[in-house]
């Protein structure tokens, strides 16, 4: 059974169901107006990720599909997730341009990770696009931890209205531009200190040694 494969293809499914139930299937308003685009949004990216999951599966059990037809879709679907948050940015920029940029930040590993993909398709040569795909997931999930706390208040949990921030301030709208520059440091850094105590415990629990060969 390829739990990895079988868990993405619940996690959108359930991201998909949850949409619906909690948004409700209405996208128009009593005067014929469309809203909810988030939803739609939300909706379009879980949906290319159950097709990705899906293809991923049937491949897994030996179903005659195009070639790296996994690789493409998942490469759209990260490339399209990108595309969206920019357009979720610029409807979350009512609130000001702090929260449009906390919001317009994570489009740029999206995007990275589909262009890994892309290229992984072509040749599975090296590590590299792994270690991309590594870095910038890694920075999507704190990023967006960090985000709840600059966009929300804090308590009553889990977080309820805006936070007191002044989100229409130039100087706050520039520190988040050098914070997630600091985020991306201490995230590179975090990853060495990781890969190094890796390297230590499997040396002295197991004997083996982890050494970089150079070319």
Known sequence: MPVEIVFKLAVSGVGFLATIF?????????SGNYRKMAVVLSMSIYG??????????????GVPL????????????????????FY????????????SMVK???????FAIGVSLLVE?????????????????GLLATWDWNAAFILHKASPFPGAG???????D???????????????????????VAYLATAVFMRFRYGVSIRYQCD
Do not use: K
């Open 66 to 85: 195009i070639r790296n037809s996994d690789y493409v879709t998942g490469a759209l679907g990260f490339m399209w997730y990108s595309l969206a948050t």
């Open 48 to 61: 290319i990720f159950m097709v990705h999951s899906l293809l991923e599966l049937l491949l897994w059990y």
């Open 104 to 110: 317009t930040f994570p489009l740029y590993p999206l």
């Open 22 to 30: 909690y948004d409700g299937l209405s996208l128009v308003d009593e």
């Open 121 to 137: 398709a072509g040749s599975r040569r090296g590590y590299w696009t792994q270690m991309i795909r590594i870095i910038c997931l």
């Open 162 to 168: 805006m936070s007191s921030w002044d989100m229409s």
């Open 170 to 192: 130039h100087d706050n709208a520039a520190f988040i531009g050098a914070a997630f520059g600091d985020h991306i440091c201490f995230h590179l850094m975090f990853l060495i």
């Open 88 to 99: 979720r940015a610029q409807d979350f920029g009512h609130h000001g341009q702090v929260a």
